[in-house]
């Protein structure tokens, strides 16, 4: 079997070299590249292309966007920088179970294709959120408004946090001029640039994503001594047992609870993320949108695989000699980081390409959270204050500078994230628990013809109770030891001999290789606690689901209830020839009124 890569160490201190960053000219050259090519493209949207005076066109680039564009955008708006370095770092500790997240995806994706799409695509509001006010009432819809803006800026402060610290650091530049930059950058591509220069730059830079793992995958592969070895290796390390289908719910990883967790996510990063459905909103035709929803699936599902193989590659190359256990790394989280530069020494250029593909994965999601918010919180609870219509124009000019306010506050929101080192896990509840609830409320509305107001609020309380508590209380004996997950086997007996001298480890080995990852709890954790973190949302949604139904059965509906706020399978029959066919906002009126008479 071909040797690892070992870590590097100096020779005279035998202290490991991991943290001295030692880029050249070509990984500045290619990570200078991608920026400068969005920033064409921006700019070329935004002065050539003059037609940036309509909402239509900044906020969906004139309803005839390219498909193939949508796509990549789409893909590169849902994979952010942290997946790039959680997912293989996952796989490389617990397996590669975690393919059956694209199952889930899958069908998230024929969610979205047969219930979800066919609604907001033909109704075509501005602010998704415009729906729930016309199927409950105007206080859901800023509740649910509010809750979406704080939360996606809370989210987009974590990523653009996280990316700008690896690269920053792997650059040789001061987090506190790097991270500005790089904002203030993405701020006027976007407020510059509109829909056009957003999707066309996410288009660009998910090419880098794509060509950076792809890169670091043939490297490992080879390093390795190739796809054979890596397999081989992966097997022996049980890094291959992807089929466990224990349906325990207090283990940490399974096919079950994998699958269920992806899916409401899916469901929800896809179908009724505002940032998103403005995407397919910005296509010409349904048949387009449609195709568009297939497409972006197989490009999500691709990369989350090529993640799930990186971490594997990743394997190949540490299996006997741990970088964490070998005290070359401070923490589990810089794995990625780390083997990024060691091949990048191999071949100078993959380390800035990487690099790029980090930054361009959180500027695209942040692009993607800026042009969405803007065009909500304009349409939701700026408008609804002002005491005369706002022209195209105006409306336009409002949208932009909300763009660059959002801007501005993570330009300044970052620095506050510096010095709290628990932030981040608080931060991931609380999106999932807001995500949840804002999946409930547009899920209500669509699926339930008898859902109100009424039962809409209660069950989003319910819900958000239910999810803080399990969600925090779990955090918080994870964070205080209580819950312990053990990964799978991690090995330093190929680290060199005098590392593994100087560390006076009794053990060589540690971890577990069978099927399922075993959880210790302490015995005063209570049981609701003990569910594992991926189940916390399905039981949010189905608490919501429950005491919406009964309250919305109990009460008076607000109103009569428009068919086309609902999915086609369950509107009257002189709806049924409405079957998400329209091409045109002015085709579907003609419909809804010949049906009315």
Not at 204 to 227: D, E, K, M, P, Y
């Amino acid at each position: 079997m071909t040797s690892t890569v070992s870590p590097e160490y100096n020779a005279e201190t035998d202290e490991p070299e991991s943290n001295k960053y030692s880029l050249v000219w070509l990984d500045y050259t290619a990570f200078s590249i991608s920026l400068c090519l969005s920033a064409g493209i921006s700019l070329y949207y935004g002065y050539s292309k003059r037609k940036q005076n309509t909402v239509e066109e900044y906020m969906f680039g004139g309803k005839n966007m390219p498909s193939l564009p949508i796509c990549m955008s789409n893909m590169a708006s849902t994979v952010s920088s942290i997946l790039l370095v959680a997912m293989p770092t996952e796989t490389y500790y617990y397996g590669a179970q975690l393919l059956f997240i694209c199952l889930g995806d899958m069908a998230a994706a024929v969610f979205m294709y047969f219930f979800y799409l066919p609604v907001f695509y033909n109704l075509g509001y501005t602010s998704l959120f415009e729906y729930l006010e016309k199927r409950f009432d105007k206080g859901t819809r800023c509740l649910a408004s509010a809750i979406y803006s704080v939360t996606q800026i809370l989210y987009l402060l974590v990523i653009v946090y996280s990316s700008c610290t690896a690269v920053s650091q792997a650059l040789g530049i001061s987090f506190n001029l790097f991270a500005p930059l790089a904002c203030i950058f993405c701020t006027f591509y976007t407020v510059v640039g509109g829909l056009r220069g957003v999707v066309w730059a996410d288009t660009l830079q998910a090419v880098f994503i794509f060509l950076s793992i792809i890169t670091l995958i043939i490297i490992g592969v080879w390093n390795a001594g190739g796809l054979g070895n890596v397999i081989d290796i992966a097997e022996k390390g049980s890094r291959l047992h992807v089929f466990n289908f224990d349906i325990n719910p207090l283990t940490r990883n399974s096919a079950w609870l994998l699958f269920i967790s992806a899916l409401f996510i899916g469901i929800y990063g896809n179908s009724t993320n505002p940032g998103v459905v403005q995407r397919y909103l910005s296509l010409s035709s349904f048949s387009k949108a449609k195709l568009v929803v297939i497409i972006t699936t197989l490009a999500s599902i691709t990369i989350i695989s090529l993640t799930i193989c990186l971490g594997l590659v990743i394997y190949a190359t540490y299996y006997n000699c741990d970088p964490a256990m070998s005290k070359s790394l401070s923490s589990n989280s810089e794995l990625v980081s780390y083997y990024v530069v060691q091949s990048g020494r191999k071949l100078p250029g993959v380390t800035g390409l990487f690099l790029a593909g980090i930054l361009s994965a959180a500027l695209s999601s942040m692009s993607t959270i800026m042009n969405s918010i803007s065009g909500t919180t304009c349409e939701d609870l700026i408008k609804p204050l002002l005491s005369k219509k706002l022209s195209n124009e105006q409306t336009n000019f409002y949208i932009k500078c909300l763009a660059a306010i959002i801007g501005l506050i993570v330009t300044v929101g970052i620095f506050g994230l510096n010095a709290s080192g628990g932030i981040f896990q608080l931060y991931r509840t609380t999106l999932s628990l807001t995500s949840g609830v804002i999946l409930f409320i547009f899920t209500f509305g669509i699926f339930c013809r008898r859902a109100n107001s009424k039962g809409a609020i209660a069950g989003a309380i319910a819900g958000i109770i239910v999810s803080v508590t399990l969600g925090l209380g779990s955090q918080a004996a994870i964070t205080s030891g209580k819950i312990k997950y053990t990964h799978k086997v991690i090995s330093i007996e190929g680290c060199p001999a005098n590392l593994t001298s100087s560390l006076a480890l009794n053990l060589t080995k540690i971890g577990y290789n069978g099927y399922i990852t075993p959880v210790s709890f302490a015995d005063d954790v209570i049981y609701p606690f003990r569910i594992s973190f991926n189940l916390i949302t399905f039981i949010g949604i189905t608490i919501s689901m429950l005491v919406g139904s009964t309250v919305s059965y109990l009460t008076k509906p607000d109103k009569d209830i428009d068919e086309k706020l609902l999915i086609p399978q369950i509107r009257n029959k002189q709806f049924h020839h409405q079957d998400s066919n329209y091409k045109t906002m002015e085709e579907l009126k003609q419909l809804n009124s010949y049906a009315n008479n």
